[in-house]
């Protein structure tokens, strides 16, 4: 079955950086485009940044752009977001996204908190 984990959260300063993974399994990784999502208190969820199968279409929200990166790792099954710059309004959980049989994957999420 699909199964994304996503790790690297935690709490950092404004201006911070924070790298987050997420490892998948149960489907073929190097052939899906890949995606995070972020969802704050109280708002709805939102596309942060996403990648196609092989890096070469990749797109970002405006308020990350020149700020995230996203990225992927096709023999470790594995897509990354670089951080930095960090803003509280950043604050969200970070959530791993595949579409699966026009399905979509969620993972359970990591808590990104930027407070001073």
């Known amino acids: 079955q699909v199964q994304l984990v996503e790790s690297g959260g935690g709490l950092v300063q404004p201006g911070g950086s924070l790298r987050l993974s997420c490892a998948a399994s149960g489907f073929t990784f190097s052939s899906r485009t890949m995606a995070w999502y972020r969802q704050g208190t109280g708002n709805e969820r939102e596309l942060v940044a996403a990648?196609?199968?092989?890096?070469?279409?990749?797109t970002y929200a405006d308020s990350v752009k020149g700020r995230f990166t996203i990225s992927r790792d096709n023999t470790k099954n594995t897509v990354y977001l670089q951080m930095n710059s960090l803003k509280p309004e950043d604050t969200a959980v970070y959530y791993c996204n595949v579409q699966v049989g026009g399905v979509d994957y969620w993972g359970k999420g990591t808590l990104v908190t930027v407070s001073s």
């Open positions: 990648i196609s199968s092989e890096g070469g279409w990749i």
